[in-house]
């Protein structure tokens, strides 16, 4: 289990990075009034929609990739959370928010965030 951590963690860092990259280049081209125009509202208000999630979550996760691949406590909780809220960006984000909540909530994943875990390593 430990070495799925380490990937989750690393899956954030790039989900993170990534995710915000694309929200920006996407915000770039098809925001403003000109392209809601051509777009037609509702797409435009659903492309929006999904930027913004994006670009909300691509800082804390990749605070909590670094968290994970360190097995820092407070990671654990902090990558449900996200987990959670990626389940909405179908179709990669669902398939991680399935992933992280598989690994992070697994009882083989507990003694991997306790103090002791971390000492020993």
């Known amino acids: 289990m430990e070495a799925h951590v380490k990937i989750l963690g690393l899956l954030y860092i790039l989900a993170g990075g990534f995710g915000g990259l694309a929200s920006l280049v996407f915000f770039l081209l098809m925001a403003g009034p000109a392209n809601a125009a051509a777009y037609g509202p509702v797409s435009g208000y659903m492309v929006t929609g999904w930027m913004v999630l994006l670009l909300v979550l691509a800082i804390p996760s990749i605070i909590a990739g670094i968290g994970l691949m360190r097995f820092q406590r407070w990671a654990r909780a902090m990558a449900t959370i996200i987990a959670i809220l990626q ?20 009882p083989e994943a507990d003694p991997l965030f306790s103090p002791r875990f971390r000492e020993i390593r």
Not at 87 to 106: D, E, K, M, Q, R
């Open 87 to 106: 389940l909405l960006s179908f179709p990669i984000g669902t398939v991680l928010g399935i992933y992280a909540l598989w690994v992070l909530l697994s």
